[in-house]
């Protein structure tokens, strides 16, 4: 049997695990997103297609203190509240719902206490057939995916903690749209 030289045989390994390591990272953002990247394209073309600028739309937020929100919107602005029992929730319009979904798409929104100890954020979406705005939208963190980022590692190799700010996962749902001319 040929000699192995040990010293490759360990930069090998090393090199094999960082290649896995890549392709892990690349498949989990990409290939096993429930909201696919093209489906929000699509999704976000139709609904700027339509070209509404003014509407109305009723949120119901399924939390830990169910609340609802009817709110008016012209111009990418809330004109009006008609109903907001969410007093701690900012009002939202159509375009800021897809603004946050792009974020997490691109991994770019983390857990209330950051991607080191929470994970990135994921939001499962579904789309108006009709218009194409988000009409539900499901928050959920990826603590399996903590790894991916160099604060875990730090954490983890000094001993350090995560802050235990609560995080319960939020869906909105919209109940009602109508489109004002």
Request: aromatic content about 12%; overall charge positive.
């Amino acid at each position: 049997m040929a000699d192995i030289n040990k010293p490759y045989l360990g930069w090998a390994l090393i090199i094999t695990l960082f290649l896995s390591s890549g392709i892990a990272i690349f498949a989990n953002r990409t290939l096993f997103s429930k909201t696919s990247t093209h489906e929000l394209a699509a999704a976000k073309k139709k609904w700027t297609a339509q070209n509404i600028t003014h509407y109305r739309l009723t949120l119901n937020y399924s939390t830990f203190n169910n609340c609802q929100q009817e709110v008016e919107i012209k111009d990418d602005k809330v004109i009006a509240v008609k109903q907001n029992s969410c007093s701690t929730i900012p009002l939202q319009t159509i375009t800021q719902f897809f603004t946050e979904i792009e974020s997490a798409a691109n991994g770019e929104k983390c857990g209330p206490n950051g991607c080191a100890c929470d994970g990135p954020m994921r939001i499962d979406a579904n789309y108006d057939p009709k218009y194409g705005y988000p009409n539900q939208l499901d928050f959920k963190l990826k603590p399996e995916q903590r790894w991916q980022y160099i604060d875990y590692w730090k954490n983890q190799l000094s001993g350090g903690y995560c802050t235990l700010i609560g995080f319960v996962g939020n869906k909105i749902t919209v109940s009602k749209f109508t489109a004002i001319e």
